[in-house]
């Protein structure tokens, strides 16, 4: 039978402590999630206390340094890859992009920021009590990061900020943004990176609750109307917040990959358990060549994007990484989403266009793998830069 | 207090089980294992003993090829101490089990012994009560609430109609039955820490017990596949149906 477990290709990446993790996590997700997530999306809101729970189960802190309440010990990059694609599993993207959304906004103050950001803001985000997202996309534009325009000016020893950031997931919940500011000249040099604490003087943000997919995901519009930060918020130096923003990139597209591979894996399971119960003309689906070859098809390009994951997942994990190679999977893994979201609704009909089904939701979050988090056209240019071409 | 608890690797309740084309046996190639439910709810009850300080040590053991250690490392991950895994490839019977467990008791003198109502595989339901008549203990059977109240266990068992309490004189056997807890996830850390907690390995031979088997198995068959429902087209045909073709009524 085709399932999202069957769909695995045995990997000599995984040992039997990466097992043990995916059947608990599994048993969390069964009993903390799944019997939740259609509420949960028609409610367009995820509960506090899935984040207390998430830290429970040792979610939240996967990754981070144990000095801040976090889990590095015994741990490596395919413990994350699983916790992907189990939260992904549940079939609504939204809940992987929220509820783990420091996973964006996090690494800069830990990779970059003082020990007194690192004190203030790690340990909270860890314990779910707190959150915490990552703004650069603004309403003036979300690819051409260079170019961004809302300002932070040097006063005394504090930024006033002005401007605008949209499209932010969990932007309505979060207690601090990892916010991207111009402080200099034009272009990536005069970047840098600052936290901003959602309850500061001038700042306001309104929800962006009409959307496609992710309807469990906040995502909200950020106002910054003379907002007065403390200069030691800075993360990193002044006018060198390119390198923060970017030294999460691999990560950032190898969980997008993994989420979408596992959506992709979610809707041919959906879509096998019918073909083979449902009949037409005589027989079931799964036996009509025409809908045999879409799985066949399907699983052809899973397996493939399974396998190019795992290998560049080994590379980010022992340095090896070429940036382009991350840009390309991220890519590939979109468009595989796209093409199994497509075909497994075509092979579940009408039903498979009404709300229930997972592969109906997933059919309307393909579009936010393939623009957010580097669009594929960006990708494919950034690629074809570092290529040499 | 020490509390001993038997779990056993079988396959996972999630899995359709497929009999092989020579109906020898259940197929177990390539097929997802995993600790049998009943004994779950037993290391997940051993654990809250040990939560409330009733008890002050958790050991759990399994019989089984040297891959049961992933169940032995799932229980130590749920929050026992340590583990024993007793490794033989042989077929397991409940009888020597039973006797294997006999040795075990006897090495580690637990005050409470928990176990599984039955594993999930061969239904057999028995190796608790065998153990209860090996060892002399008193024995609670298909527990769904165990309280222990000083040198006494208060067991209420599920019998049919209704719920039954004793009260044993420990040390006792207690077997679990499905309603006695629901068993927890295992946090990440905890899996990490599980890694670090010891594992001792031993064999039948090292515990004097002969791997001697009473049974052979003949023969298994898969359930008969369900027959496709058919539509009726009003109540009078279901009902002529039900009298003349199903004769149920
Ligand atoms: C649900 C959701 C959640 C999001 N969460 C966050 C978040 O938490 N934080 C955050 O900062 N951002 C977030 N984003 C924003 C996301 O990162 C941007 O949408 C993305 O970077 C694209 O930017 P844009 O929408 O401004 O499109 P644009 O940059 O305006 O691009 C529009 C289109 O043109 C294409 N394009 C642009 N430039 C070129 C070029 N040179 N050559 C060819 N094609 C080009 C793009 O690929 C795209 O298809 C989120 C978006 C969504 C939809």
Redesign the interface.
């Known amino acids: 039978?085709l399932t999202f477990?069957s769909l695995r290709l045995a990997s000599p990446y995984y040992n039997?402590?990466h097992?043990?993790?995916r059947?608990?996590?599994r048993?969390?997700v069964e009993?903390e999630i799944m019997p939740h997530v259609d509420d949960w999306e028609e409610a367009c809101d995820l509960p506090q206390a899935l984040w207390h729970k998430a830290a429970?189960?040792?979610?939240l802190?996967?990754g981070y340094p144990e000095q801040y309440g976090g889990?590095t010990?015994?741990?490596d990059i395919f413990?994350t890859i699983i916790a992907v694609e189990e939260l992904s599993r549940t079939g609504a993207g939204g809940i992987y992009a929220t509820l783990m959304v420091h996973g964006i906004g996090l690494p800069p103050v830990v990779h970059f920021g003082s020990d007194y950001l690192k004190n203030m803001v790690i340990a909270p985000v860890l314990s779910g009590e707190k959150h915490i997202s990552l703004a650069i996309t603004e309403p003036g534009g979300g690819s051409d990061v260079a170019n961004l325009s809302t300002s932070a000016v040097r006063d005394g020893d504090h930024y006033i900020i002005n401007g605008s950031k949209t499209f932010i997931t969990g932007g309505i919940r979060a207690d601090w943004y990892t916010v991207a500011v111009r402080t200099g000249g034009e272009g990536v040099g005069g970047i840098s990176m600052i936290l901003v604490p959602a309850d500061a003087a001038g700042f306001s943000r309104t929800p962006l609750n009409k959307k496609q997919g992710w309807w469990c995901s906040d995502t909200a519009t950020l106002y910054f109307d003379n907002v007065r930060v403390p200069a030691s918020y800075l993360i990193g130096a002044e006018n060198q917040g390119f390198m923060p923003i970017v030294h999460n990139f691999n990560n950032e597209r190898l969980a997008l990959t993994a989420g979408a591979l596992a959506s992709a894996k979610v809707c041919i399971e959906e879509a096998a358990a019918w073909a083979k119960e449902r009949k037409t003309f005589g027989k079931p689906l799964s036996k009509h060549q025409v809908i045999r070859h879409k799985f066949a098809e399907m699983v052809r390009q899973v397996n493939a994007t399974q396998a190019y994951m795992d290998s560049c997942a080994w590379q980010i994990q022992n340095g090896k990484a070429k940036p382009a190679d991350i840009a390309l999977l991220k890519v590939q893994a979109t468009m595989v989403m796209e093409f199994c979201a497509r075909e497994a609704l075509q092979i579940l009909g009408g039903a498979g266009y009404m709300r229930g089904c997972k592969s109906e939701r997933i059919y309307r979050e393909v579009r936010v793998n393939a623009i957010g988090g580097g669009s594929e056209e960006i990708m494919r240019d950034l690629a074809a830069r570092q290529l040499g071409l | 207090m020490k509390v001993l608890v038997a779990v056993k690797r079988v396959i996972d309740y999630n899995v359709?089980v497929r009999v092989k084309p020579d109906n020898s046996d259940v197929d177990l190639t390539n097929v997802?294992m995993?600790m049998n439910p009943f004994c779950e709810i037993a290391v997940e009850e051993a654990v809250r003993l040990k939560e409330k300080g009733v008890a002050t040590e958790v050991v759990v053991v399994s019989i089984g090829p040297k891959v049961a250690q992933?169940q032995i490392?799932?229980a130590l991950?749920l929050g026992a101490d340590r583990g024993i895994l007793i490794e033989t490839e042989e077929k397991l019977e409940s009888l020597t089990v039973a006797k294997l467990l006999k040795a075990v008791v006897e090495k580690e003198q637990p005050q409470l012994v928990l176990m599984g109502k039955q594993t999930i595989d061969s239904d057999n339901n028995q190796t608790g009560q065998m153990l209860g008549a090996l060892t002399n203990m008193a024995q609670g059977t298909f527990a769904s609430e165990v309280a222990v109240d000083g040198d006494k266990v208060n067991v209420t068992r599920e019998i049919d109609g209704g719920l039954r309490t004793v009260a044993l004189k420990l040390p006792a056997i207690v077997t679990t039955d499905l309603r006695l807890n629901e068993p927890r996830?295992?946090?990440?850390?905890?899996?990490?820490k599980a890694?670090r907690k010891p594992l001792d390995v031993t064999t039948p031979a090292d515990l004097g017990v002969a791997m001697t088997s009473t049974l052979s198995l003949v023969k298994v068959t898969p359930p008969a596949e369900r027959q496709a429902g058919i539509k009726v087209g009003s109540v009078e045909e279901l009902v002529e149906k039900l009298k003349n073709e199903a004769k149920v009524l």
């Open positions: 039978m477990d039997d402590n097992a043990e993790w059947s608990q996590l048993k969390f009993r429970e189960v040792g979610l802190q996967l889990l010990e015994g741990t413990h | 359709k997802k995993a992933e490392r799932t991950a996830y295992a946090s990440l850390p905890n899996i990490m890694k």
